[in-house]
């Protein structure tokens, strides 16, 4: 689901996948991958129709993420920031 709000920053949630060995966020560029890309070009590339975001082990572990959890991200302050919805959650992120 992508959310946009007036100032440009776009958020978008779903979930962290297994790919070729590595914890990975695929972002649709039409849903909010092509607005997102510029916040995480160091850790991002472009495959195909997604923007690939690649989860580095330690900061998995530091975030508490794995493979299936739904995270939300977004380009607030011009960052790429990733947030941890956690299965005691009231609400979606």
């Known amino acids: 689901m ?3 709000n007036g100032d440009g920053i ?5 979930p962290v996948e297994w790919i070729d060995g590595e914890l990975a966020l695929m972002i649709p560029l039409a849903v909010g ?3 997102l890309r ?3 070009k160091s850790i991002s590339t472009i ?3 997604y923007l690939k975001v690649v989860i580095q082990s330690w900061l998995a572990e530091k975030i508490g993420v794995k493979e299936d959890s739904i995270v939300t991200v977004d380009n607030a ?4 920031n990733i947030y941890v919805q ?4 009231a ?3």
């Open 33 to 35: 991958g092509d607005a």
């Open 10 to 14: 776009v958020s978008v949630t779903g």
């Open 2 to 4: 992508r959310r946009e």
């Open 38 to 40: 510029e916040s995480c």
């Open 77 to 80: 302050e011009g960052r790429f």
């Open 91 to 93: 609400s979606t992120l």
């Open 86 to 89: 956690r299965d005691d959650d």
């Open 47 to 49: 495959d195909g129709d």
